[in-house]
């Protein structure tokens, strides 16, 4: 098995090129940013999703039998304009188009998201959509434009969780700084279900779609992830491991007012570790249906505990070294051309 990962320098794909790295598998990670993992440069090769002469040459030089598309803007600040997602879905449709024309491809797993249907919405198939943002529109156009492909080789799109664990610069720059300071208060001791992922079992998962046989996965659309859960507990996890103390609870109300401070303070580019968005995400339901993915690759490996345990471990372990990469937006690169 020969490996290509696009958008192998990100979080998951920095734990997916580890993961194959230590069972000795060929691989190559196309990316226009360097690895979070300086370790993986060798890997790595530079180049954009969009220059398809450019993916054409790293296929034709790699020769690869597996691909893993992670390769996407994923952020969620674009509110209005789809074309700043347009590395998502039309960078797809570029890599799809090359890898047609590679016959020894025999799988590729396409990423896309849980955000395609909005929190509280249950598709009723796979192609049943409801994004609430530019970016899940972002996902849906991915989706079909894989489907419309026409692929010769198995191809199965992923829809990851809320995902974490090590290498996640997101929940390193708040969550865990803010609580390792003793600054983190939890909205309410209500009960919230919220679709979360650690990134090994993210990993394992997307393994076993590469490595079951074929009829099983192709042309299938799975979440990725963990089992739902009180949201609390996975809190509690993480602050008893992080702190050795147990979450501080505060009103609900009081948090949805500091929330309102955050939006303003975020307004005129002042960090603060609670906005609406955030808010919302801590206080609101959002369940994905794992049961499908579990009953076809079964049941991940790591424990709530144990994933926690090695993010902290990896927290602690020079984790603020790590440089976050800088957002490209492809729209000011159309106009500079």
């Not at 039998?65 to 590395?87: G, K």
């Not at 003793?182 to 309410?188: D, N, T, V």
């Not at 005129?268 to 994905?288: A, L």
């Not at 424990?303 to 492809?330: C, F, H």
Request: with cysteine; proline share 6%; net charge positive.
């Amino acid at each position: 098995m020969r490996i290509l990962v696009t958008g192998g320098s990100g979080f998951i794909g920095t734990n997916l090129v580890a993961f194959y790295r230590e069972r000795g598998v060929q691989l190559m990670n196309i990316d226009w940013n360097p690895p979070l993992d300086p370790d993986q440069r060798p890997y790595w090769r530079e180049l954009d999703i969009m220059d398809q002469a450019a993916v054409e040459k790293a296929f034709k030089d790699f020769g690869p039998t597996h691909v893993i598309h992670l390769a996407a803007r994923t952020d969620t600040d674009e509110l209005v304009d789809v074309d700043a997602y347009r590395q998502n879905h039309e960078g797809t449709r570029i890599l799809l188009e090359v890898v047609k024309q590679h016959p020894g491809i025999e799988r590729i797993i396409v990423t896309s998201t849980q955000f395609v249907c909005e929190a509280g919405y249950q598709p009723a198939h796979d192609l049943d959509f409801k994004p609430f943002t530019v970016y899940g529109e972002s996902k849906r156009r991915t989706e079909m434009v894989t489907r419309e492909a026409k692929l010769n080789c198995a191809w199965t799109i992923i829809r990851p969780t809320t995902i974490w664990g090590p290498w996640s610069l997101r929940y390193r720059d708040v969550m865990f700084k803010v609580m390792r300071k003793g600054l983190y208060f939890h909205p309410g001791k209500g009960r919230v279900i919220r679709s979360y992922g650690y990134v090994g079992n993210v990993v394992w998962q997307i393994d076993r779609m590469l490595t079951l046989p074929r009829a099983l996965v192709d042309r299938q659309v799975l979440y990725v992830g963990d089992r739902p859960f009180d949201l609390k507990e996975w809190v509690e996890v993480v602050s008893k491991e992080l702190t050795g103390k147990p979450v501080r609870y505060i009103p609900t109300g009081l948090i949805r007012l500091l929330a309102l401070g955050g939006d303003v303070l975020k307004a005129v580019r002042i960090p603060f570790p609670i906005s609406s968005g955030r808010f919302r995400s801590m206080t609101s339901d959002y369940v994905t249906p794992m049961d499908k993915t579990i009953q076809v690759v079964g049941e991940a490996p790591w424990t709530m505990q144990e994933g926690v345990k090695a993010m902290v471990r990896w927290y602690d372990n020079g984790s603020e070294r790590i440089v976050a990469p800088v957002l490209k937006d492809v729209r000011q690169k159309n106009a500079d051309r």
